[in-house]
């Protein structure tokens, strides 16, 4: 990814945007005959690989604008169709209809509000930085109370990944790749009591997985009883610390810190946690810092998306001044 473009996005495939047009009867009569004709479109800001189509929506209650999206991942179905009940006030797009079947096909789909509003921009304005940490923290306490208890999420192949950094090091693919190497290597090093520390963390949170100004939308008018803000794109939400969605927003801009504005999401979010009476163990800031060695040390094995040479300049940076603080 571009480190100043860090939501950049794949486009619903041709094929899916085929079966979805083939599946829109099917699609209609399952929501009742509320459901409008569907304009497909290429999403250039979903995650999902879903294919995406506007419409209304129209029953008892009167007449909606909706984004209709199929097939989604297990996690964006969850999630998007438990928050989106607008007696939650949950900051998430509220949902009008949703199913995991369409005909034959086993597969989920949505039907959910077309947010009135606008995505806050990758380089972000004064106020946009806190709005993100907001909307996470909003988020946050609204999984909380709708989702089971946070279960121990699935464990990356850290050493197999490193070893993949490694390589990219060794054939000199990038700028300073004999240091790459060498704050690598280390890492390798203390990787077994690195992951004992991390895997020591309180689960805690129902994390975002993907929180970015991209993903957070300001509202054109503020929700009764709740945020200025929702956030969107659900499908890499999983079980974890909530320090994992602020290193993930903070990591973005390691390489463009002006546009943070100041603002330190670790910190931040840290400080909004306090403020709400949610809990915030003592240990975070360990948290945070093997968090930061943990995404900087792999990120020469993902070239294809974190390969802009000025993140790889700040992550190596980030990595040979934060690894040191856990490691002596």
Not at 31 to 49: I, R
Not at 174 to 201: D, G, H
Request: net charge neutral; glycine share 8%; with cysteine.
């Amino acid at each position: 990814m571009s480190y100043l473009d860090p939501h950049s996005r794949r486009i619903a495939s041709t094929d899916t945007s085929s079966l979805a047009r083939a599946l829109e009867p099917t699609l209609r009569d399952c929501c009742g005959g509320c459901l409008s004709e569907v304009t497909w479109f290429q999403a250039a800001w979903s995650n999902s690989g879903s294919a995406t189509g506007s419409a209304v929506w129209r029953d008892g209650e009167g007449a909606a604008e909706v984004i209709v999206k199929l097939p989604l991942g297990p996690a964006e179905h969850r999630w998007t169709s438990l928050l989106g009940d607008a007696k939650l006030r949950a900051p998430t797009p509220r949902v009008y209809a949703s199913g995991t079947e369409l005909g034959s096909y086993d597969f989920a789909w949505i039907v959910e509000e077309r947010v009135q509003g606008t995505s806050l921009p990758a380089r972000m304005k004064d106020g946009d930085a806190a709005d993100v940490i907001r909307a996470a923290a909003d988020f946050h306490e609204a999984a909380l109370r709708v989702g089971p208890k946070p279960e121990k999420p699935k464990v990356l192949d850290w050493m197999g990944t490193l070893a993949k950094a490694r390589e990219v090091c060794h054939a000199g693919a990038i700028a300073e790749s004999q240091r790459w190497n060498e704050a690598v290597k280390q890492v390798t090093k203390f990787l077994p009591k690195l992951m004992a520390r991390w895997e020591s963390r309180p689960l805690n949170c129902w994390c975002h997985g993907d929180l970015h100004p991209g993903n957070v939308m300001r509202l054109a008018r503020p929700r009764e009883g709740g945020g200025s803000c929702v956030i969107i794109d659900l499908g890499m939400v999983h079980a974890g610390h909530w320090v994992e969605d602020a290193v993930y927003l903070e990591r973005q801009y390691w390489a463009a810190p002006d546009y943070l504005h100041g603002v330190k999401p670790v910190t931040a979010l840290a400080q909004l946690r306090k403020e709400r009476g949610a809990k915030v163990d003592s240990e975070y800031p360990e948290y945070a810092n093997l968090r930061r060695v943990f995404m900087a040390a792999v990120s020469p094995a993902f070239m294809d998306r974190e390969g802009h040479p000025k993140y790889l300049a700040a992550a190596l940076e980030v990595l040979e001044r934060t690894l040191p603080r856990l490691v002596h």
